[in-house]
């Protein structure tokens, strides 16, 4: 195997991960981003962790309520996702009319949810971790919620047309769509 060097790929050769759209709101105002580096932190309670630019329009809801929603989009969204995560809500923009994206009442927390992710979380921080310009969101995991079309015995399953999103950098995505088995030799 040749190998090159290159000068800035982490964000390339770390992700894809699985691309999500963090809502929040405070009931007079709300707002949707796409979110690359996102990892679940803990299984018992569940805990994701999320990194923030702090000068995003919708952090400001975040850090106003405590809480957050982790919307799982699947491939069908991917003009959702990259409009959500390049158009800025300081602008006045409305992302949810523009992108048409249907607000769904979350059970635990303010913040709006997307109907249209297969899957949604609903979080409340515990923990901010101040990066500069970026905070690190550690959050519980309060409600979750999965299209059972793709969720069975309590696994993901790609049977049914599941295509997760994964960004690239740019416009670039690509999906995972199946499950590989691997075995111990």
């Known amino acids: 195997m040749s190998k090159i060097k290159i000068e800035s790929g982490a964000y390339s050769l770390l992700n894809p991960g699985c691309v999500v759209l963090i809502s929040a709101g405070d009931g007079g105002g709300e707002g949707v981003f796409a979110v690359t580096w996102n990892m679940p932190i803990r299984k018992d309670p569940a805990m994701v962790a999320i990194e923030c630019g702090q000068n995003h329009y919708t952090y400001q809801f975040i850090r106003k309520t405590g809480e957050f929603g982790v919307n799982i989009p699947d491939a069908k969204m991917v003009n959702q996702v990259l409009g959500c995560g390049t158009v800025s ?10 992108f048409g994206l249907t607000r769904q009442t979350a059970e635990k927390i303010k913040a709006p949810l997307l109907a249209q992710a297969f899957a949604n979380l609903e979080c409340r ?3 901010v971790v101040d990066m500069g310009a970026s905070a690190l969101l550690l959050a519980q995991v309060v409600s979750a919620q999965v299209d059972d079309r793709h ?34 030799g």
Do not use: A, P, W
């Open 125 to 127: 921080v515990t923990q």
């Open 89 to 98: 809500g300081k602008t006045g923009v409305d992302k949810f009319e523009r």
């Open 151 to 184: 969720f069975v015995d309590g696994q993901l399953v790609f049977d049914n047309g599941l295509q997760l999103l994964h960004h690239l950098g740019g416009r670039r995505f690509c999906v995972s769509d199946r499950v590989l088995m691997g075995e111990m």
